[in-house]
């Protein structure tokens, strides 16, 4: 049963994806109750997002390690938890290695385990937050109305975890995409779709999601064409340099002036993939059979075809590729990251005058929101729109870093009566425990590395 609007808390998250359950399994770890929490957001199931978009992916395995999962600590790794869990070394082997990564049924059957285990539904105010206002009397905190502007909470410390913007796409596609003609030949890599048989696709970008969908199409018995602006990126295993994962690589990257963290932001994040053995298998068949290839280029004109879709193909570094005739195209080119496409945080930004640069807000270096974040009563921002500050902000292991450190902040300023250390033993064991059974009922997934 969800929680019911107005609802008065110490700490509330607006957003009710991934950011949502880590803060609370966090605050509930720490020893914050139920009572202390709200979650705004219609979801009713924490991983329900990423859970779709996984399904439109294809994907099977995340690009995270085994530290990155939704218990409270880092111990047990999501390794150890697999291997208690089916009683085998193999997935301790391959963390050694860096080649293990948690299968998506494993890590949502985790998410699943701990939102029922810590009432995260019992906690949710099943409604959108479209307005929050920063009082002062008779102590600060926040006031929140909903898409309506009507009241519906109050808290002391509030996490912004709206997850990611729109769907984003190259101009020349958005622009196609209005003509019902060949509208639905056109779509993005996380939206639902399917590949037909002796089609001929294109793909546009070579990031971890471009190069799933090269193996799907090559899996249908199809065509695929690699379409890239530049010549294709490095591997790199995580989607951001590894020493960026632990503390001193994020504190030596803050210390950075905002201008060049948005500037290495932009190098790092630029169509990096992990390899992945089963995937090179896969696209190398496609090669030997004929069904793949790659071109650097990017689509100028778009049009009807015989195949369904003409495109016309130009490139910057030689000859245009020219006209080609294809089934469809699909665009692995991500989410936009403007904190302006999210209607909350645009109105913010407009009230409350916050800085924004290139779509990014000029966050402090806690994560707070300039202006209207205070030690003793915090508005702290989870996730994507955070990256400028901790630049793995939208991974697991990322938005538990963030929401560790804001929960830490909201104890200090309550002066909260911690768990004892047994107390937090017993509790992440019994946890554990819990996951490792539901895991049990999980067929393995295959590793890709």
Not at 230 to 258: H, K
Request: net charge positive; charged share 20%.
């Amino acid at each position: 049963m969800t929680a019911s609007a107005p609802r008065d808390s110490v700490i509330a998250v607006v957003g009710d994806g991934f950011g949502s359950l880590l803060v609370h399994v966090t605050a509930h770890y720490l020893g914050f109750t139920n009572d202390q929490i709200s979650i705004f957001g219609p979801s009713d199931n924490p991983v329900g997002t990423y859970q779709q978009y996984a399904y439109n992916l294809g994907q099977t395995v995340l690009r995270s390690e085994s530290e990155s999962h939704f218990l409270g600590p880092d111990w047990p790794t999501f390794a150890q938890l697999d291997a208690w869990a089916h009683k085998s070394l193999r997935p301790l082997y391959r963390t050694t290695r860096r080649k293990y990564n948690p299968g998506v049924p494993e890590i949502l059957t985790e998410a699943t385990v701990v939102a029922r285990r810590i009432g995260w539904n019992d906690v949710r105010v099943p409604t959108r937050v479209g307005w929050l206002q920063r009082e002062m009397q008779p102590t600060p905190h926040f006031v929140m109305y909903d898409e309506q502007a009507n009241f519906i909470g109050r808290a002391k410390h509030v996490m912004l975890s709206p997850g990611h913007g729109p769907l984003s796409f190259p101009p020349v596609l958005a622009q196609a995409r209005k003509d019902p003609a060949i509208a639905d030949r056109i779509v993005q890599a996380y939206e639902p779709k399917q590949y037909a048989a002796g089609g001929r696709y294109i793909v546009l970008g070579a990031g971890i999601a471009s190069v799933n969908e090269w193996a799907n199409i090559i899996d249908a018995g199809a065509s695929c064409l690699a379409l890239t602006r530049n010549a294709q990126p490095e591997t790199q295993d995580l989607n951001v340099p590894r020493c960026l994962f632990e503390s001193i690589g994020i504190d030596a990257y803050t210390q950075l002036p905002f201008e060049q963290r948005i500037e290495f932001l932009g190098q790092v994040l630029r169509g990096t993939r992990p390899e992945r053995r089963e995937w090179h298998t896969r696209i190398k068949t496609g090669q030997q059979e004929g069904r793949f290839d790659a071109l650097v280029g990017e689509i100028d004109k778009i049009e009807p075809g015989r195949a369904g879709l003409r495109v016309y193909v130009k490139s910057a570094h030689g000859e245009d590729p020219g006209w080609l005739d294809v089934t469809g195209v699909v665009a692995g080119t991500g989410f936009n990251k403007s904190v302006l496409t999210l209607p909350l945080l645009r109105r913010l930004v407009e009230f409350y005058k916050i800085p924004v640069v290139n779509g990014k807000m000029r966050l402090q270096t806690n994560c707070g929101v300039p202006g209207l974040d205070r030690p003793e009563s915090r508005l702290c921002c989870n996730g994507l729109i955070a990256n400028n500050v901790i630049p793995h902000g939208d991974t697991i292991a990322g938005l538990k870093f963030i929401s560790r450190r804001f929960v830490a902040d909201c104890a200090r300023a309550e002066k909260l009566h911690k768990r004892s250390f047994g107390s937090r033993m017993a509790l992440q064991f019994s946890m554990g425990r819990d996951v490792a059974s539901s895991l049990r009922t999980v067929t393995p997934t295959q590793q890709l590395a």
